[in-house]
């Protein structure tokens, strides 16, 4: 039995819950400046969010919702109009905008000082991962995380495996030393696709999603007097979620064996 060496943690919906307030609105932002009538409310947002990834959600956008429109370099104008909105969501991170969820900053110390190792598992950019590490976890947060994979380092996004395993390697550990929170069934898929042990945290856009293999699904990490739901697994009566809870549900919930992966 592997004992629990580290934990990989998603960022968007996972550390902060910035997909509507955050990214959204940053994306609307750089369609505006560059005069696109291109305008994601909250719902249509919703819906794209089934394609990881910033330039991969604007092409999708492009080939769904706009199949007319048309541009001689196609690639090259949703880099610079993604390039825009990362500068735009880093200011928003700059300016404290985008809070952490409850009992993230509590859990990220309590592992510290526990001697887990801590890594990102990300579809972000790399700039966004560390501006909201440094401007929302703490000035020195980049350096509590041993390994950062995030956005392009890999060509395959989640629900893909890459990043998982891009990690693991980077670690040097087997899945069953780690435990991965995610918040998306995209994500879920993809850390069990590398053998990952998961907790999902779901927020309100993936509140209704599948997440059959998770070995725990709770509405937040929860603080002491602030409680997490379980919607999924058993938390074996704690109320929030802390090393004691993760290193037993690291000996206790089966593996991730192979029909599982298949099974996603
Ligand atoms: C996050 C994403 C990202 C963000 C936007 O997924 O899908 O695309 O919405 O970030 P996950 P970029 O939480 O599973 O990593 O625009 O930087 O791609
Ligand atoms: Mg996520």
């Given amino acids: 039995m592997a004992e ?52 991969e959600r604007i092409r999708y956008y492009l080939q769904h919702y706009k199949p007319a429109f048309t541009h001689p370099q196609l690639d090259g104008f949703i880099a610079e109009l993604h390039a825009d909105k990362t500068r735009r969501y880093t200011d928003m991170l700059a300016q404290g905008q985008i809070p952490l969820r409850s009992g993230v900053r509590r859990l990220l110390d309590e592992a ?76 879920l898929r993809a850390a069990l ?26 509405d937040q990490l929860g603080e002491p007097g602030h409680p997490f739901q379980v919607l999924q697994g058993d938390a074996g009566g704690a109320h929030y979620v802390d090393v004691a809870l993760l290193e037993r549900l690291c000996r206790e919930c089966e593996e991730v064996d192979s029909d599982n992966r298949r099974a996603l």
């Fill in 193 to 218: 696709g590398a053998g990952i042990r998961t907790v999902v945290t779901t927020c309100d856009y993936t509140r209704n999603e599948d997440f059959s293999g998770a070995c725990l699904v709770l």
């Fill in 112 to 187: 510290r000082s526990a001697g887990l190792r801590l890594a990102i598992a990300t579809t972000t950019s790399d700039s966004n991962v560390r501006a909201l590490l440094r401007h929302c976890v703490d000035e020195s947060a980049e350096s509590w995380f041993e390994v950062i994979g995030a956005g392009d380092v890999v060509s395959a996004k989640k629900p893909a495996s890459d990043i998982y395993h891009m990690v693991l390697q980077r670690l040097g550990l087997a899945p069953g030393q780690c435990l991965a929170f995610e918040d998306s069934r995209n994500g």
């Fill in 4 to 55: 629990l060496q580290a934990l990989i943690f998603d960022v968007d919906g996972t550390l902060a819950d910035n997909e509507r307030d955050g990214h959204r609105v940053a994306f609307n932002e750089a369609f505006a400046a560059h005069g696109l009538d291109w305008r994601w409310s909250a719902d249509t947002y919703g819906q794209l969010l089934c394609i990881a990834g910033g330039k």
